[in-house]
Structure formats: structure tokens, C-alpha cells
């Protein structure tokens, strides 16, 4: 497979490192990975997102969730019982593993398991000194000004005086 080059992204845009890591994993990715279990990512509100994936079957105990440098991590290991005989058996309950990649600043704020779903509630919150701030432009010709009035006030009181 041909790698992407990034050159060009690279000559207008700062701190973009994670990208190229994440397209060459992305198109370097097996593609016969397993559909399961599956899922769905949705935008909630502004900053406020939800994963929720298919997990019919498990139990709390049974799925673990974590989040490591920016990848957050679903995996499922259903617990063995007791052998069943089946006539049919068309539930999967195989172990799983779903990962991830969040954006800088994205946190997990919550999971919930109810009726067979598995959702993630995901909170993007940029940090106040990350946020867009306004730059005031100093105006050197009115400074100069200003100095040069408050000089000749002084010379005229010391003159007065």
C-alpha cells in the first residue's frame, strides 16, 4: 500500500502531529477487522458527544473501559458458566475489543448500561487559556503623544516654579 503525503498540510498547519499517525493507522488498519460488537457515534450538543455500542448479554462486571493517550478502550470478556447445549445459537457473546481515538481535550464524563446498550457520554472542554482570545494593538504613535504631553507639563511647572 502507498503511504499518504502529508507535505502539504504540513506548510500551512502547526501541531497537527497526531494526524498523520491517525490517517497511517487509519488506511494501514486490517480491513477484515470485525464489525462486533456494533456501535454508533453521535453528536449530542455543541462539545457533547455519545458512543453507544451493542452489548447485549454483558454484564458491568464483563466489559471494562479505559482511556490511554487519547484512545479510549471498550472490551468485552464474557465470563463461562456453565456449557449450554443449543439448538440454535445466534447470540455472539464473544469477547471484543473497540477502540477509539479522541480529540485533544475530549473526556469521558459518564458510561450507562441499560437494555443491552453501552453508551459513552464524551464532554470536549478546551481550556480557557486554549480558547480564542482578542489581541490588543498598541498605538505607539498615540504613546509618543501622550509622553510628550505629561513631558511638557513638567517643563512648564518646573518653569513656574
Same mark, same amino acid.
Given at each position: &500500500?502507498?503511504?499518504?503525503?502529508?507535505? #502539504?498540510?504540513?506548510?500551512?498547519?502547526?501541531? /497537527?502531529?497526531? %494526524?498523520?499517525?491517525?490517517?497511517?493507522?487509519?488506511?494501514?488498519?486490517?480491513?477484515?477487522?470485525? +464489525?462486533? #460488537?456494533?456501535?454508533?457515534?453521535?453528536?449530542?450538543?455543541?462539545?457533547?458527544?455519545?458512543?453507544? %455500542?451493542?452489548?447485549?448479554? /454483558?454484564?458491568? =462486571?464483563?466489559? =471494562?473501559?479505559?482511556?490511554? $493517550?487519547?484512545? %479510549?478502550?471498550?472490551?468485552?470478556?464474557?465470563? @463461562?458458566?456453565?456449557?449450554?447445549?443449543?439448538?440454535?445459537?445466534?447470540?455472539?457473546?464473544?469477547?471484543?475489543?473497540? !477502540? /477509539?481515538? @479522541?480529540?485533544?481535550?475530549?473526556?469521558?464524563?459518564?458510561?450507562?448500561?441499560?437494555?443491552?446498550? @453501552?453508551?459513552?457520554? %464524551?464532554?470536549?472542554?478546551?481550556?480557557?487559556? &486554549?480558547? #480564542? $482570545?482578542?489581541?490588543?494593538?498598541?498605538? !505607539? +504613535?498615540?504613546?509618543?503623544?501622550? !509622553?510628550?504631553?505629561?513631558?511638557?507639563?513638567?517643563?512648564?511647572?518646573? !518653569?513656574?516654579?
Amino acid at each position: &500500500m502507498n503511504s499518504v503525503d502529508l507535505t #502539504p498540510l504540513y506548510r500551512s498547519s502547526i501541531g /497537527f502531529d497526531r %494526524l498523520a499517525s491517525l490517517l497511517d493507522s487509519a488506511l494501514t488498519s486490517d480491513s477484515t477487522q470485525s +464489525g462486533y #460488537p456494533p456501535y454508533n457515534i453521535e453528536v449530542i450538543e455543541d462539545n457533547h458527544y455519545a458512543i453507544t %455500542l451493542a452489548v447485549a448479554g /454483558f454484564t458491568e =462486571d464483563e466489559l =471494562d473501559i479505559q482511556v490511554e $493517550k487519547g484512545i %479510549l478502550t471498550v472490551k468485552g470478556n464474557k465470563s @463461562l458458566k456453565e456449557k449450554s447445549t443449543y439448538l440454535y445459537h445466534g447470540i455472539a457473546n464473544r469477547a471484543f475489543e473497540r !477502540k /477509539f481515538n @479522541l480529540d485533544d481535550y475530549v473526556e469521558v464524563t459518564n458510561a450507562d448500561l441499560a437494555n443491552g446498550l @453501552l453508551t459513552i457520554a %464524551l464532554k470536549k472542554e478546551i481550556p480557557e487559556a &486554549m480558547k #480564542p $482570545k482578542s489581541i490588543a494593538i498598541n498605538h !505607539k +504613535g498615540n504613546a509618543i503623544e501622550h !509622553k510628550s504631553e505629561e513631558s511638557k507639563k513638567e517643563i512648564q511647572s518646573d !518653569k513656574v516654579a
